[in-house]
């Protein structure tokens, strides 16, 4: 493991695994570095891998109130310790914060965004800005379970389902990274592409969608690459939000090395 210091004076801790051009890894919600170890040995003989700690999770630190600003801070600086514009692939959540990046000109040498999570529909309705609420209430209370309870039925787990994974062996690490949530359903502006920022991003960006995910997904992808100039909606066949690792890496080596 190594660490840098953010602007703010967060100590963000990341792994740098592999040999290659630079990509750098951005997960999502209850994720952290260790959330792609068995997807980085399949990237590492082409790519080096960055994966680190989004602040607040791991062995990063937060300095602050929670801002987006600060997030794309922290990912600036770790592709400034990348060297050469990297290479930056987004999953869920973390997709907004690279967008987000690349919208406020943060440089990279392409961008691939999977399923980020703006989950309105055209009637505006299935946002996250009641979920936002109702974590962050539950948070306050002291009551992590119950906030990843809430959001992961919120993602359309069912109640039985999410009752079994209470007791699966990941569910403490899950709630241990509880207090992020909010950081996530923040980037997702609630459920909305903001597409008057994403139509300033100039780098090479693909939105990419799995072919069994939800319709919120594929919706998303369209308008996000609809929105930035040049960019391409593609859809992963037989994939869900938690795309198969030998299936993604392939995807991405053809993607930015192609």
């Known amino acids: 493991m190594q660490t840098l210091d953010a602007p703010d004076g ?6 740098r695994t592999g040999a290659g051009p630079p990509l750098v890894v951005v997960m999502g919600a209850l994720c952290d570095r260790l959330s792609t170890a068995s997807l980085s040995p399949l990237l590492t003989p082409d790519f080096t891998v960055y994966e680190y700690d989004r602040r607040g999770r791991g062995a990063s630190t937060e300095v602050g109130e ?9 990912l600036a600086a770790l592709l400034a310790v990348a060297g050469d514009p990297a290479f930056v692939f987004g999953h869920s959540s973390g997709g907004c914060l690279a967008l987000e990046a690349a919208a406020r000109g943060v440089p990279m040498a392409g961008l691939a965004v999977y399923e980020p999570p703006y989950t309105a529909g055209d009637d505006g309705t299935g946002g996250s800005a009641e979920m936002l609420t109702a974590i962050q209430r539950l948070l306050d209370a002291g009551d992590r379970d119950g906030a990843v309870t809430a959001f992961v039925q919120g993602t359309g787990v069912p109640a039985d389902r999410v ?8 569910w403490p690490r ?15 502006d609630g459920g909305r592409v903001p597409g008057d920022r994403l139509s300033r991003i100039t780098v090479d960006t693909v939105a990419v969608s799995g072919g069994t995910s939800p319709a919120w997904a594929a919706r998303s992808c369209a308008a996000v690459a609809a929105a930035i100039p040049g960019a391409r ?6 994939q869900s939000h938690a795309a198969a690792d030998d299936v993604l890496a392939p995807w991405l080596r053809a993607h930015f090395l192609t």
């Open 174 to 188: 899950m709630a241990q990274l509880a207090p992020t949530l909010p950081h996530d359903l923040i980037l997702a």
């Open 66 to 74: 929670y801002s987006v600003q600060r997030e794309v801070d922290d």
């Open 10 to 15: 967060t100590t963000i801790a990341y792994e």
């Open 163 to 170: 009752a079994a994974m209470r007791n699966e062996p990941f």
């Open 233 to 238: 909606h593609e859809v992963l066949a037989g």
